[in-house]
């Protein structure tokens, strides 16, 4: 089941249960400070490479490309329609 079709609560189980709490702590990290790969891992205390490869195995986990379409595909970050409807017509 694609992640754009599940619900908030089911986003969170589903990044749960697929990400390991390395990789949520990571991705969450990022999300909340938008710092870079590089001062990411300087503030956790490891390498940049090490910070790339956890965003490398999320992305490849959730059949993204990049950090902003995780966030989109676990529900992190809203998208508003750019119509404006609450729903989407289909």
């Not at 992640?3 to 909340?32: C, K, M, N, W």
């Not at 710092?35 to 965003?55: D, F, M, P, Y």
Request: glycine letters at 8%; aromatic letters at 6%; one cysteine or more.
């Amino acid at each position: 089941m694609p992640t754009s079709t599940l619900t908030d609560r089911q986003r969170q189980a589903f990044a749960v249960y697929i990400l390991t709490p390395r990789e949520r702590e990571i991705l969450a990290h990022i999300g909340r400070t938008g710092q870079t790969l590089a001062a990411t891992g300087n503030c956790l205390g490891i390498s940049e490479r090490t910070v790339k490869n956890h965003c490398e195995h999320v992305h490849r986990k959730l059949g993204v490309s990049g950090n902003l379409a995780a966030f989109i595909a676990l529900g992190w970050l809203k998208v508003p329609d750019p119509e404006g409807a609450a729903e989407p017509p289909y």
